[in-house]
Structures are given as C-alpha cells and as structure tokens.
C-alpha cells in the first residue's frame, strides 16, 4: 500500500489533481504520478507542445479576423423597372457669341483661355484697353451669355412623349465648363425611371449645335459634351464623359453597374474606408448638395480653396454668398487656384472627401451615322438650319449587375474554426473549457475560505485514487 501523505480534500492541489486524472482533455491524464518519471515527461511535452501550436494557430486566426477581410462577390439581376441615369449635356462653346457680344479685350481674354493662349503671350493688364476686364462680374452673368434650353434643344423625347419645351425634362446646372443641362440630376423635382429597352422609348433629343454663335473656348472641337452619372452625383464635366459630333444621329445604350462596399472597419478601396451614406447616423455636410456624393465634395472644396486665395469666386461656382471675380481677378488668381488644387493629390486629400460605400456606375458603348440623310436634308434645313444632331440614350436591357463585398471571415467562422483547432491539437472542446474554468472558480473558493474561514477548515485524507500493487 502507498502510505505517502495524501493532499486535504479542500486544497487546491487536491481540485488541480483531480482535474488532471479526470479531464477530457487529451493526453493530460496520462502525466499522472502513477506513471513513471519518463513517460510522465514525454506526455507533458507533447500536451505542452500542442498546446503551444494550438495557441499560434488561435493567434493567426485573429490577426486574419482583425485585418477583416473581404469577398466580392458579384450578382447579375433584373428587374422591372430601373432609374434612369442623369444626363448632363454642355455645349461645347461655353458662352453664345451673340448674347456675350465681345469687345476687342474680351475676345482677346477667350482667345488666351482657349489652347490659342499656348501660343499666346501672357495678358498684359496694365494695357488700358483691358481696363473694363477689372469689372466684377454680375451675378447672373453666366446665364445671360450661355446658350439656353431653347438656344439648343429643337425637340426631345422621354418614354412615349414628344416635348418641343424641353424645359420640362432639363434643368440648367452650373459647371465648371460652363451652364450645362441636366436631366434626372440634382435638382430635378422626381427620379425617373424605365421599363422600356430598346432606342425607340428612352430619352431621345434634337440639338442645334449652331456653331456661328460659338466663342473661343478651351476645346476647339463642335459637338456636346455629354455625361452620365447617378441621381446623386455631382456631374464632372471637366474629367469624364462623351463628346458627339453635330451631323449625326448617336446612339448611347447603357449598362448600369451597383457596387456596394462595408463600412469601417473594412477597407473599400486599397487602405481606404468608404462613407456609410445609408446609416442612420449619417449626416450630409455639404453646403450646395442636399445628397453627398464624392465629386460634390471635392468641388466644393476646390471652391473653397480658391475663394481663400482670391477672396472672389468664379462664375460658375456653387455658393452665391460671396462676390464674383472680375476677368482680370479670375485670370491671374482664380484660374491658376483652381488648377493647383486639380493637380495637387495633397490638396484633394486635405478635404476629407469619402467615397460612398455605395455607388452607382453607368458604361455605354456609343455608335454614330450620319445625320440628315441626303432624303430629308433639304427639310431639315428648311426647318431647323444646319449643324443639327440627333442623341438616343436607353437601356439595351433591364438587366444589371451588382458588386458586393462581404465579410470573409465571420463570427460564426471563427468559433468553427477554434473548435476545429481545439480539437485537432488536443481534442478539446467547449464542455473541457467549462471543465477547467470550473477548477478555476473552485479553486478561487478554496482560497477565500482559507483567507477568511481559516478555522472552519479541518483537514480530511483522501484516499488514494488507485492502490499501488
């Protein structure tokens, strides 16, 4: 019989004892005292050393989990019926030579805004001829030298209906390139929406370019410029979109693309976090757009910049709280603000503009014939003069497709997959969690007993677990 003294019932040795010979973890009964030294040893190091893998693993497993990546996963749907995306359209002359009615120091000054100016010299101020140019600029200026809705637009066609007002699908909206038009945009009173494909019952419009009225302008081509965009965003003229001939007949179908991104603490693009737009804590912090978009931002922003070094604002800038710069002003400050902050990433960084972690994108491919047929020239020009085109924007289907980024790695993954590593390196589990966390709570009693109850505890041997023979 082992006659070696036994541990007290209530010591904590005794519950640590107990909870080794009984565990259900794997290999921890087996570093019992009842074996010998050797054996004991070999089994505390592999149970040690699986435990050290397992506790690795675990730590990888949360450094992947932290670093919270992402799946793009991307769905192809339709529906019945889809928004149509906001067309904005400028002439390519910015202003309307008849209603701007140039003298010789304005038509010099468009002279040395459009690519002519490269092969300018520089405007010399100081000349008294320019001394009207040292005007400030009225503030409804740009929309009485621009070419207007009716200056433009001979007819258009939304769905079904034939409108010879096109004021009542397009609006004027102020861009840098000038008093552009849009339809479905910003300020339009309703969204539309189609469920129609095909050239036939989409939006369709008539232009007179009417390029005797044109001024110097920083492109030197005829035509429209013609941007699409989502309902929400500001439209950038200046960087993106497509420019149409006149004497053609242009046919735009359009494909739309949703991309949908997660909020921080997930990366959207690179090592950079989108703006949760849709969350009900959001707040739009825009001054001139009552939707948030990233374009909207960043010209406000520009507008700003511009505004602290010239104290004036362009033309055709957004807010009508401050005065307008003269021509001369806007040519030797505004001017070369606007395209510092363009070309300066810093710049743009500073503003604290964020993408949206939803948008909205539109691809086309365009098509061109040409317009009039020799059959209806005649007519054409009797009725509507030259330089005369025709542009049909419509969804080719009702089709779209969706991409998504989602979680990689869930909360569900993550308990999955500890169980799995528990179980592999030391085929444990949440019950032989509870084992242990058990041992530790009785063992926390044991000892506050002790601390506090010290008399109350008589010891009691224990007899051994299995006779020695």
Avoid at 172 to 193: Q, V
Avoid at 384 to 402: A, Q
């Amino acid at each position: 019989m082992d006659t070696a003294p036994q541990p007290e019932v209530n010591s904590i040795r005794a519950l640590w004892i107990h909870y080794r010979d009984s565990s259900t973890l794997h290999g921890l009964s087996h570093i019992s005292g009842r074996r010998t030294c050797t054996r004991g040893v070999i089994w505390f190091m592999l149970v040690m050393a699986m435990g050290i893998s397992l506790t690795v693993t675990l730590y990888d497993l949360k450094e992947q989990y932290f670093s919270y990546p992402t799946l793009t996963m991307l769905n192809i749907k339709m529906s019945h019926e889809l928004e149509f995306p906001a067309v904005t359209l400028c002439n390519i002359s910015p202003y309307k030579m008849s209603k701007l009615n140039p003298d010789e120091a304005m038509l010099d000054y468009l002279k040395r805004e459009s690519n002519m100016g490269s092969f300018m010299p520089p405007m010399n101020f100081s000349d008294s001829k320019y001394k009207l140019l040292f005007k400030n600029v009225e503030e409804d200026w740009l929309f009485n030298v621009s070419f207007s809705i009716k200056d433009l637009f001979i007819a258009c066609k939304w769905k079904e209906t034939l409108y010879f007002d096109c004021t009542k699908l397009f609006i004027p909206y102020k861009t840098e390139w000038g008093l552009c038009f849009s339809f479905n945009g910003l300020d339009s009173p309703e969204i539309h929406k189609i469920g129609y494909v095909g050239s036939i019952l989409g939006l369709s419009f008539f232009i007179h370019v009417n390029q005797s009225d044109y001024v110097y302008a920083r492109n030197m081509g005829a035509g429209l410029k013609i941007v699409l965009h989502a309902h929400n965003e500001e439209p950038n003229v200046m960087d993106s979109g497509y420019l149409v001939p006149p004497g053609t007949t242009t046919y735009i179908p359009i494909e739309r693309k949703e991309y949908k991104f997660l909020p921080s603490p997930f990366k959207a693009f690179g090592k950079e976090y989108c703006l949760d737009t849709e969350s009900a804590g959001f707040q739009n912090h825009l001054k001139h757009h009552r939707l948030y978009s990233y374009s909207g931002c960043l010209r406000e922003c520009k507008e700003r910049f511009a505004f602290q070094k010239c104290q004036c604002r362009n033309h055709h800038d957004l807010s009508d709280a401050e005065p307008i710069c003269s021509i001369e002003r806007d040519y030797n400050c505004h001017k070369p603000a606007r395209e510092e902050f363009n070309g300066n990433v810093t710049l743009q960084a500073a503003c604290g503009c964020s993408i949206p972690c939803s948008l909205t994108e539109y691809t086309t491919r365009i098509s061109h014939a040409t317009f009039p047929a020799n059959l209806y020239e005649d007519w054409i020009k009797e009725n509507f003069g030259e330089n005369i085109m025709e542009v049909r924007l419509y969804y080719e289907s009702l089709v779209y497709k969706t991409f998504e980024k989602v979680q990689k790695i869930t909360f569900i993954d993550i308990l999955a997959s500890i169980g799995g590593q528990m179980g592999i390196f030391l085929g444990a589990s949440v019950l032989t969690l509870s084992e242990l966390m058990e041992v530790m709570v009785m063992s926390i009693v044991v000892l506050l007993q002790k601390m506090f109850r010290p008399t109350s505890l008589a010891p009691m041997p224990v007899s051994p677990a299995k006779n020695n023979q």
